[in-house]
């Protein structure tokens, strides 16, 4: 059972930048890729961006491609979510999610994962 635990969430102006961070326990971290997901109120799951394994693919929503960077550190069982340009519509709260296969095919399907954070608020103002 592996379990996941977000941080970093907060209050940015719009244009500014937030790091999220989501530290694995319970598994072999180097063996699931990794996932962040949001969801604003009254909206359905989002998937935003997903890391493999060993970090070498990366993979992202056309809403954030180009403003976020998702990265791990195998060793601190931990997946990073570095959001810039921030904009209002990015306010949501922001889940990180951990499954054993990267199937590109279904990496925005929230069912498809297996594992899941608490989340962390993210609030851009503008």
């Known amino acids: 059972q592996v379990q996941l635990v977000e941080s970093g969430g907060g209050l940015v102006q719009a244009g500014g930048s937030l790091r999220l961070s989501c530290v694995a326990s319970?598994?072999?971290?180097?063996?699931?890729?990794m996932g962040w997901f949001r969801q604003a109120p009254g909206k359905e799951r989002e998937f935003v961006a997903a890391i493999s394994w060993s970090g070498g693919s990366t993979y992202y929503a056309d809403s954030v491609k180009g403003r976020f960077t998702v990265s791990r550190d195998n060793a601190k069982n931990t997946v990073y979510l570095q959001m810039d340009s921030l904009k209002p519509e990015d306010t949501a709260v922001y889940y990180c999610?951990?499954?054993?296969?990267?199937?590109?095919?279904?990496?925005?399907?929230?069912?498809?994962?297996?594992?899941w954070g608490q989340g962390t608020q993210v609030t851009v103002s503008s």
């Open positions: 319970g598994g072999t971290f180097s063996t699931y890729a």
């Open positions: 999610a951990a499954r054993k296969f990267m199937a590109i095919a279904t990496l925005n399907r929230p069912p498809s994962w297996d594992y």
